[in-house]
């Protein structure tokens, strides 16, 4: 087992920066920093990299822990990180220059540019890029492999590779120093470059690999510092027009969760636009508030950013670190606390009011949903997960409202726990979890997540004929591609049948 010593800091504060001389600023910069070691441990996180930016100041920067536990090499400046699918917003913008060059439409079957003979002509680039191609075009938003197909669209036009064309049109331009599409590990050490290294948490804290090849979809390696250089040229419409900005950054539909290349949200009436990347040993996030003009970036060396808070499903406010960056740098409330307690719990009703009770629900949601997640490793985490979910529906007990998929994932993870561990009577949630399951079915009977999660339920109560239902709809399914659930249903239908 590898154990990490006391963690180290390296908080960083620039010549005249707003964050000199400042108590108010200076007390709201320490409670982050300690929200940040606070998850970190929490995660079993080996290195983190932080930095904030309020437009062109570094309002904070900060490096915890170690890129490399057995050389004790810590996080720093220059640490490069695979980024997984923060990719996709380098593809966004490729794609909104070729729309603005005019050497594109949206507007175009995607089978155009692409080799595979099975995409049909009413598969449109928008769909793909607004991860809206799957069941209805172009009506509800599944976060989906077919990205990558846009690979082909870029390479096709430019009669480049993909690299080639992200290193002219981005890399170059930005004079991005640490950044590169990790094509095999000669990237690495013919470039001289410092890597984090790759760790996985299975209970104990384990190396891990690093996932080589690139697409649209993912493969881009790089720093904080770079990655803040590319934000900010987003913010002054250097890589491309203030128009392209707009679509790119807007849902693809209301409702939807996704614009093109980039998540767009709502939240506390402050437009969100972010990006995350997952990969098996790595996790990163772009999270950008426009009408303050402040960019958050975060990356790590191991899954845990991004993992637990099933950002999949699209929505920021689940992620603690989201969280704590949103309360401390937009919000303003430092004095809330990120984490509840089991004391704190009990006096949570009295902090409640009109003005917080959205924020104190996602709060409560993103904190249940992790402790679960752990949960698989400590039973503690589990017990504590159901104690703030019994405050949640107790203090907001409109679940058939706010719930949604993360909420569904969250009590499936506590159901499938406590069936695992010979608990066959845990039926605390159950009321909750068909409510919310049926209602997004209900949005759309297709949802492969929400059959998933039913049929699981079902199955673990022996009910065969309701497990059968809900698996037969993810493989009758049409226009979507094949994931892990249709895998588990045709494999579960199969033996059964």
């Known amino acids: 087992m590898m154990r990490i010593v006391?963690?180290?800091?390296?908080?960083?504060?620039?010549?005249?920066?707003?964050?000199?001389?400042?108590e108010d600023v200076k007390a709201r910069d320490q409670t982050f920093s300690k929200e940040l070691s606070q998850l970190k441990e929490y995660f079993h996180i080996p290195g983190l990299a932080v930095i904030v930016k309020k437009g062109s100041q570094t309002i904070y920067e900060n490096y915890l822990g170690f890129a490399d536990l057995a050389n004790q090499a810590t996080m720093d400046s220059v640490t490069t990180v695979p980024m997984a699918s923060l990719t996709k917003i380098f593809t966004g913008i490729l794609m909104m220059q070729l729309v603005e060059e005019g050497k594109i439409s949206l507007d175009e079957p995607i089978n155009k540019y692409s080799?595979?003979?099975?995409?049909?002509?009413?598969?449109?680039?928008?769909?793909?890029?607004?991860?809206?191609?799957?069941?209805?075009?172009?009506?509800?938003?599944?976060?989906?492999?077919?990205?990558?197909?846009?690979?082909?669209?870029?390479?096709?036009?430019?009669k480049a590779s993909f690299e080639d064309v992200i290193i002219e049109k981005i890399i170059v331009p930005l004079e991005l120093k640490n950044t590169f599409l990790l094509k095999d590990s000669s990237r690495i050490f013919n470039g001289k470059r410092k890597i984090a290294q790759p760790y996985l948490f299975d209970g104990e804290i384990k190396g891990g690999f690093i996932d080589y090849g690139y697409s649209a979809s993912a493969g881009l390696t790089s720093t904080i510092r770079d990655l803040a250089i590319f934000s900010e040229a987003l913010d002054k419409n250097i890589l491309i027009n203030e128009q392209?900005?707009?679509?790119?950054?807007?849902?693809?539909?209301?409702?939807?969760?996704?614009?093109?290349?980039?998540?767009?949200?709502?939240?506390?009436n402050k437009k969100l636009v972010w990006a995350y990347g997952q990969y098996d040993c790595y996790s990163s996030l772009i999270l950008k508030v426009p009408e303050n003009q402040?960019?958050?970036?975060?990356?790590?060396?191991?899954?845990l950013i991004s993992d637990p808070a099933r950002l999949i499903y699209g929505d920021i406010t689940y992620s603690l670190f989201a969280l704590s960056f949103l309360k401390n740098f937009?919000?303003?409330q430092s004095g809330v606390l990120l984490l509840e307690d089991e004391d704190s719990l009990n006096t949570l009703v009295n902090r409640v009011n009109g003005n917080n009770s959205t924020f104190y629900r996602k709060k409560l949601?993103?904190?249940?949903?992790?402790?679960?997640?752990?949960g698989v490793f400590d039973s503690s985490r589990t017990e504590k997960s159901k104690n703030i979910l019994r405050r949640l529906f107790t203090i907001f007990p409109d679940y058939d409202a706010y719930g949604d998929l993360t909420l569904l994932h969250n009590l499936t993870i506590l159901k499938s726990i406590a069936q695992n561990t010979g608990q066959s009577d845990f039926i605390d949630f159950d009321k909750q979890l068909e409510t919310i399951g049926k209602k997004l079915l209900s949005i759309d009977s297709s949802n492969p997540y929400a059959n998933y999660y039913l049929a699981d339920y079902y199955l673990g109560k022996g009910a065969i004929d309701s497990t059968a239902r809900y698996y037969d709809k993810i493989i009758n399914a049409r226009n979507y591609s094949r994931n892990w659930y249709t895998t588990e249903a045709e494999n579960w239908i199969k033996k059964e049948r």
Request: contains cysteine; hydrophobic residues 40%.
């Open 115 to 158: 080799t595979d003979q099975n995409i049909p002509d009413s598969i449109k680039i928008k769909h793909v890029l607004s991860h809206t191609s799957q069941g209805n075009l172009g009506q509800h938003f599944y976060y989906s492999g077919r990205f990558g197909w846009l690979t082909s669209v870029i390479e096709k036009v430019h």
């Open 330 to 332: 937009v919000f303003e």
């Open 244 to 268: 392209s900005k707009s679509v790119m950054f807007a849902p693809f539909k209301k409702g939807l969760e996704y614009g093109y290349g980039v998540f767009s949200q709502e939240f506390q």
């Open 6 to 22: 006391p963690i180290l800091f390296f908080f960083v504060t620039k010549t005249g920066c707003v964050n000199q001389g400042n």
């Open 294 to 303: 402040l960019s958050f970036i975060i990356a790590a060396n191991n899954n």
């Open 365 to 374: 949601v993103a904190q249940s949903i992790a402790e679960s997640f752990m």
